[in-house]
């Protein structure tokens, strides 16, 4: 991918990720947020959701996992707005992701997911701010790329948006719809609407709403 095309993708979530902001507080780059404490707060949750436990039996959840890590990417992405624009050499590096290495065993991909993931929560843990070379390692491990984590961030956006519209902030959403979180809901919405392109946040939020409140 070029760097201009990763550029524009960066814009456009860095405008996303503002306007969300200031939904949730309009002074939100003035008011000292502890956006590291949250990205090592979903790492443990990521791994929840990926299996770490050696007593039972775990499988993946995947999209879960992805989401956390996009949930994640919310954060670093306000701490990195919050110090100045995104530019060039942000998108330079994310566009240069390579894959781990496929020929490896599953375990051992797996083992290297969870090291990654350890290694983000202690970097921004070590600097009390986020660490983009960890961030990228993770996206690499799992694997993931820089298209489907600009999708994916779409996606959450939407979700993130619904949700302080609905009272998140006061208390009053219900994160669990006909038995199951929003996230969940979420993943199936995403792979309904795959082959739409024009107003799919639109589209998506509507969607959100139908199931929401049926």
């Given at each position: ?10 814009h456009t979530m ?7 902001n200031a939904l ?16 090592w707060v979903e ?172």
């Amino acid at each position: 991918m070029s760097t201009e095309n990763a550029l524009a993708m960066l814009h456009t979530m860095a405008q996303m990720q503002d306007e969300h902001n200031a939904l949730v507080h309009p002074q939100w780059r003035d008011q000292g947020h502890q956006y590291y404490r949250a990205v090592w707060v979903e790492c443990a949750e990521m791994l929840d959701h990926f299996g770490w436990k050696w007593w039972k039996k775990q499988n993946p959840d995947l999209d879960q996992v992805k989401l956390e890590l996009v949930d994640i990417w919310h954060f670093g992405l306000s701490e990195m707005l919050r110090s100045g624009p995104v530019d060039e050499a942000i998108a330079a590096q994310l566009s240069a992701i390579e894959a781990a290495d496929l020929s490896a065993s599953a375990d051992v991909r797996a083992e290297h997911f969870r090291l990654a993931i350890e290694q983000l929560a202690a970097a921004c843990l070590a600097t009390r701010s986020f660490d983009l070379s960890s961030f990228k390692l993770a996206m690499a491990s799992l694997p993931m790329d820089l298209p489907e984590l600009y999708s994916m961030y779409i996606g959450k956006n939407i979700l993130n948006r619904f949700r302080q519209n609905n009272g998140y902030k006061s208390g009053e959403y219900r994160k669990l719809w006909q038995g199951r979180e929003d996230n969940e809901h979420l993943v199936e919405l995403l792979d309904e609407l795959s082959d739409v392109v024009e107003g799919l946040p639109d589209k998506l939020y509507a969607c959100l709403e139908a199931r929401y409140t049926a």
